[in-house]
């Protein structure tokens, strides 16, 4: 009945401390259960993952358990694609994201984004074409690609990617892709992962 949703939409929000992007996260679920189901995952997720007091820490931990909730629900492939996606700084394209993920992955790239945004996951610009990941998820999906051993090759790969679409960019740096958008100005935050990646690990950057 309308009274016990009600109350069971309540609970929910209490247990993700009232926090607009973990509730969103939820409420995106609701098309695959009932809200009564979701509290319920929600709570066993949140006690195995660990939440806290309303403050700053807890409120973190409440955000960082949600997201490794929702992620857990997206399918294999989809979360090797999401995890692949951390390596990016300020955003990427799905081209950009199909040069970074294990070649078997890349036809798997749209599907995966368009499933990710609907997730909330991932945020997009229409008009850019271009994704990007909040921080608190982008931090959970890094952390992943660090556990799962794939961090090194996913950096080399975005590095040699960066490296690509600078030389395709020429002289002047505009990209065919953005031919309103000066590259490394799109690009910056990228560049700069790719160069600080390559630095610190002693690979030369010019060579691929």
């Known amino acids: 009945n309308r009274i016990a ?16 992007l973990a509730i969103e996260l939820a409420a995106r679920r609701v098309r695959d259960h009932s809200v009564a189901e979701l509290r319920e995952r929600i709570g ?9 007091p309303l403050d700053r820490d807890g409120r973190h931990a409440t955000m960082e358990a949600t997201v490794a909730w929702s992620h857990h629900l997206l ?41 990710l945004a609907e997730s909330s996951l991932v945020g997009t610009d229409p008009v850019l074409q271009r994704h990007q990941m909040l921080e608190v998820v982008r931090s959970y999906a890094l952390d992943q690609l660090r556990a799962a051993g ?43 992962a790719a160069l600080t990646w390559t630095l610190a690990d002693g690979h030369d950057l010019a060579s691929g």
């Open 5 to 20: 949703d009600h109350d069971e939409v309540a609970a929910v929000c209490r247990l993700l401390d009232g926090l607009p």
């Open 44 to 52: 066993s997720s949140l006690s195995a993952l660990g939440s806290g």
């Open 75 to 115: 399918d294999q492939a989809t979360q090797s694609v999401a995890r692949h996606a951390a390596v990016f700084r300020g955003g990427f394209t799905a081209d950009a994201l199909a040069a970074v993920v294990p070649a078997p992955l890349a036809a798997s790239v749209p599907a995966a984004l368009q499933l």
């Open 150 to 192: 794939e961090d090194l090759n996913a950096s080399a790969r975005h590095a040699e990617w960066m490296v690509a679409a600078l030389e395709a960019a020429g002289p002047r740096g505009v990209s065919a892709d953005l031919p309103a958008h000066s590259l490394p100005l799109v690009e910056d935050a990228n560049v700069r």
